[in-house]
């Protein structure tokens, strides 16, 4: 066998979202923080995040981690994490995913009923308590960065869907928020396809109208993601939502092309930044359990556990908490001859 280059991953999915998670292979990655690291690996290795998540090896519904080692002295592991369209500082389904892949494989040692552990994550520290019996985690808790919302009921104009009441917020990525049932919109798994359109449009208005950065670290902008969501429909949940990650550029003059993927779990940073929204307005208190369902029904639980600030706006520190399962282990290799070394997309998927 010929190969330029030869990964090994561990594959894994968190209540439905599949995080793919490299565990050897990678380049060396320079930087004094994992935040660098990402910054190193988007600058002069993107190749591998093209390779790994596009066609013939990935595909549009896929995210990737890097498993690397961390810059901080309290941190056990760092991990980075790579979409179809970028980096993301934090995510709640990779997290579940690394911390699962880091313990059932015996990369950290699991401690049973409890493993506590620290991840660097670009975002920055997050602290982790996995519940452990018989070898699998039964339920990964997070300690999330801060959250906090940027923008409540603004007006964007959106093209196909005209003017549209958005909320913006931080919950380790920056999301757009809107009502799906204002909008018309069902969030059912099957309508896929509309849920992706309308949010695409909604964001690519939004970053235009209402760009945001960091108050901590001007290097990370947006809205970069759209969640769209609505009132509870399952028993012992509280809200729902539909995420969509962008898979490519937005075409205005054509909306109806654009190009977007649902989230398959609930979004573990989705969550964050709506009970960030829902503190804002008073609806939210700390203590609260905040139980969100996704598209496929699957459950993330938030909770408020501090209040806090970020720059000058008002914040909140929530918990997070998931399941996460492995369902393979790959190796991927790169023939120097292959004519696709970064993949490729095609229209009938992405």
Request: hydrophobic share 40%; charged share 20%; aromatic share 6%.
């Amino acid at each position: 066998m010929r190969t330029s280059r030869i990964l090994q991953a561990v594959e894994a999915h968190a209540e439905g979202e599949p995080g793919r998670v490299i565990t050897g292979g990678m380049p060396l990655l320079k930087g004094a923080s994992v935040f660098e690291k990402m910054q190193d690996m988007a600058a002069n290795h993107d190749e591998i995040r093209l390779m790994m998540l596009r066609e013939p090896r990935g595909n549009p519904g896929l995210c990737g981690n890097v498993l690397v080692p961390p810059c901080h002295p309290e941190a056990d592991a760092g991990f980075i994490i790579f979409e179809q369209t970028e980096y993301p500082p934090m995510s709640g389904s990779n997290t579940i995913c690394v911390v699962t892949v880091l313990l059932e494989t015996g990369i950290l040692p699991m401690i049973e009923p409890v493993t506590d552990l620290t991840l660097e994550a670009p975002a920055g520290l997050i602290r982790v308590r996995a519940e452990c019996r018989d070898g699998k985690i039964t339920q990964v808790s997070f300690r999330n960065v801060p959250a906090f919302a940027v923008h409540l009921d603004a007006k964007v104009e959106v093209t196909g869907l005209g003017t549209v009441a958005v909320d913006v917020a931080w919950g380790g990525m920056f999301f757009v928020l809107a009502n799906a049932d204002r909008l018309g919109v069902d969030l059912s798994a099957d309508n896929g396809k509309d849920i992706t359109r309308v949010s695409e449009a909604i964001r690519h208005a939004t970053a235009e109208q209402l760009p945001v950065i960091h108050p901590e670290n001007p290097a990370i902008t947006g809205p970069t993601i759209t969640n769209l969501w609505g009132a509870p429909i399952a028993e012992g949940t509280h809200g729902r939502g539909a995420i969509t990650l962008s898979t490519g550029p937005f075409d205005p003059d054509r909306p109806q092309d654009a190009s977007g993927i649902l989230d398959r779990s609930p979004c573990g940073t989705g969550t964050c930044a709506k009970m960030a929204v829902l503190h804002a307005r008073g609806l939210l208190a700390p203590g609260q359990d905040y139980v969100n369902a996704g598209p496929l029904g699957t459950t993330f639980t938030g909770c408020i556990v501090e209040e806090t600030k970020v720059g000058p706006y008002p914040a909140i520190v929530p918990t997070l908490s998931g399941q996460g399962w492995i369902y393979g282990l790959s190796s991927y290799t790169l023939d120097p001859s292959d004519p696709f070394p970064a993949g490729y997309t095609v229209g009938d998927m992405w």
